[in-house]
């Protein structure tokens, strides 16, 4: 049972476009959202993340929206820059913290220059 | 900056060796975690321990075990490696309620 559902696996967009990438949950005990960013040949780190009493965060060029009743949430990286060529990982948890997070499948992002 | 190390960054192994995985932290987190990658399944928990000797399994422990006798490092133990753990194996530190330090990777080979 996957827990958390990330889409699309894969997306390529133009320098200066916008990029989305949606995750859904089924658990509705989760409630810290974070999202990992992850280059060739490193470990993910933390990107940004929310919690579900508010419906967006923003930081720089990335945004989190979040739709309670819907269970999805989604990472918005606005004016993309071949910089942000990655991969992607939604994730979430229980009791607020990092323990036990559960990460989607991961989505790689190409930005062409 | 939290530095997690990871001991190898590639290993190549044959089916049945017993394989040492060896992670180490070095901000004095209590939680640290080893996670699985693989492509289009993106990352599984093993094993988690949220304090020294102490550990809890986490959604694919089979085939593996762990130790953490201090503080700063947590192994990973493939008792008999066998070619389907062949994978791309993360260990990750945190404090409690803040977000999850990971190390560069260990990608182990097993033929």
């Known amino acids: 049972q996957q827990q958390v559902k990330q889409s699309p696996q894969s997306l390529i967009v133009q320098k200066g476009g916008i990029s989305i990438i949606n995750c859904a949950y089924e658990n509705t005990a989760f409630d810290y959202f974070p999202w990992y960013q992850q280059f060739p040949g490193k470990g993910p780190a933390l990107l940004i993340a929310?919690?579900?009493?508010?419906s967006e965060k923003k930081e720089g060029r990335f945004t989190i929206s979040f739709n309670k009743s819907a269970k999805q949430f989604s990472l918005h990286i606005m004016d993309s820059q071949p910089g942000d060529s990655a991969t992607y990982f939604c994730?979430?948890?229980?009791?607020?913290?990092?323990?036990?997070?559960?990460f989607g499948k991961g989505m790689k992002l190409t930005v062409n220059p | 900056d939290v530095k997690v190390t990871q001991s190898s960054r590639y290993l190549v192994k044959r089916t049945g060796e017993k394989v040492f995985l060896e992670c180490v932290q070095d901000?004095?987190?209590?939680?640290m975690f080893w996670y699985r990658q693989d492509p289009g399944l993106g990352l599984r928990l093993i094993y988690f321990s949220y304090d020294v000797k102490m550990k809890e399994k986490g959604d694919i422990p089979e085939g593996y075990s762990v130790s953490r006798e201090k503080k700063e490092r947590f192994s990973l133990i493939l008792e008999s490696a066998s070619t389907n753990q062949t994978s791309m194996y993360l260990c990750?530190?945190?404090?409690?309620?803040?977000?999850?330090?990971f190390g560069n990777g260990t990608r182990l080979t097993v033929t």
């Open positions: 929310i919690r579900p009493d508010v």
């Open positions: 994730a979430a948890s229980k009791h607020g913290g990092s323990e036990k997070l559960v």
């Open positions: 990750a530190s945190s404090a409690l309620g803040t977000p999850l330090h």
């Open positions: 901000m004095d987190h209590e939680n």
